[in-house]
Nanobody, 115 residues
Framework: QVQLVDSGGGLVRPGGSLRLSCATS????????MNWYRQAPGNQRELVAG???????NYATSVKGRFTISRDNAKNTVYLQMNSLKPEDTAVYYC?????????WGQGTQVTVSS
């Protein structure tokens, strides 16, 4: 069974920073690319950032230069460092991995950017 455990969300002021974490099993982490998605109320879930098993990264245009995705091979954990946060970054953030044709999701962690 694939388990993804998200954590690290919270309330932060505009311009602030947060770091999200996603822990999974070693068997998953070492083989597959990992992604972060987010979903704001009334919006579709959108891809925020992804990282391949080799460490190549990709980002949504809206977060380039502000967010950084990384992976810690020793801890089987993927991180999303979010800087210069804006109110429009407010959403539930989900860790994601695709195994074949099946998508697996973390439970989600709420990020709220507000003064």
């Amino acid at each position: 069974q694939v388990q993804l455990v998200d954590s690290g969300g919270g309330l932060v002021r505009p311009g602030g920073s947060l770091r999200l974490s996603c822990a999974t099993s070693e068997s998953i982490f070492r083989i597959y690319a990992m992604n972060w998605y987010r979903q704001a109320p009334g919006n579709q879930r959108e891809l925020v950032a992804g990282i391949s098993r080799e460490g190549s990264t990709n980002y949504a245009t809206s977060v380039k230069g502000r967010f950084t995705i990384s992976r810690d091979n020793a801890k089987n954990t993927v991180y999303l460092q979010m800087n210069s946060l804006k109110p429009e970054d407010t959403a539930v953030y989900y860790c994601h991995v695709r195994l074949g044709l099946v998508d697996y999701w973390g439970q989600g962690t709420q990020v709220t950017v507000s003064s």
